[in-house]
């Protein structure tokens, strides 16, 4: 079967870095997608890595390793907005997305 | 302004009844997805569209069914709902069905009694 594995919760302080992982086990794959999603609201993308390695997007980076099935996000410099949960996300064989549960992060101050 | 919206925002549905969500966005976008979240779940994809004029099959289906007469409007509906259908409902669009991200609509949170 297909599954993608986050941790459900994780706190961070202000102003801190946190990583987030992601491991993932699909049929066939064709890029991993993190989205962020604040409590009540739609998930909105951050972050796509295809190849191997880091991807830096400002506070945000992304990275891939294909061959261990695995992925984290990191966070620097902590802000309280970026309480939300973290969506992973791999397209599978199909090209369709196939969802972690999410994880929730809570930043302290 | 460009996005995504769907209608209703929320709803109350009494079991058995019938129930269309509605979805529409301007991008313009080839492809679009209907997805639920429920809790300690990821969000599970119900039917999608790759382009105007076809619909599949997702992950969970069964007591739901789509049509995409026109590029901007993807309409979910529940024939006869029933409480296991209770979950919030997300439509989602990409400019292609390949390796485009996707953008979420606001969500349509529906209770099932």
């Known amino acids: 079967g297909q599954n993608i594995d986050q941790p459900t919760e994780m706190t961070a302080t202000e102003g801190a870095i946190v990583q987030i992982n992601c491991t993932y086990q699909t049929s066939g794959f064709n890029g991993l997608f993190w989205y962020q999603q604040h409590a009540g609201e739609a998930p909105t993308f951050l972050s796509y890595?295809?190849l191997d390695g880091l991807e830096e997007k400002g506070r945000f980076s992304s990275f891939l390793s294909r061959s261990k099935g695995y992925s984290y996000l990191l966070l620097k410099e902590l802000q309280m907005k970026d309480s939300a949960s973290y969506l992973c996300a791999v397209r599978d064989s199909n090209y369709q997305l196939i969802w972690g549960a999410g994880t929730k992060l809570i930043i302290k101050p | 302004i460009a996005g995504i919206t769907q209608a209703p925002t929320s709803q109350i549905l009494a079991a058995g009844r019938r129930m269309t969500l509605r979805c529409t966005q301007d991008?313009?976008?080839?492809?679009m997805y209907w997805y639920r979240q429920d809790l300690g779940l990821g969000l599970r994809l119900i039917h999608y569209?790759?382009?105007?004029?076809?619909?599949g099959k997702g992950e969970v289906p069964d007591g739901y069914s789509v049509s995409r007469a026109n590029t901007d409007d993807f309409p979910l509906t529940l024939a006869s709902a029933v409480p296991s259908q209770t979950s919030v409902y997300f439509c989602?669009?990409?400019?292609?069905?390949?390796?485009?991200?996707?953008?979420f609509g606001p969500g349509t949170r529906l209770t099932v009694l």
């Open positions: 890595n295809v």
């Open positions: 991008m313009r976008h080839n492809a």
């Open positions: 569209s790759n382009t105007a004029g076809t619909t």
């Open positions: 989602a669009s990409s400019k292609t069905s390949g390796v485009d991200e996707q953008f």
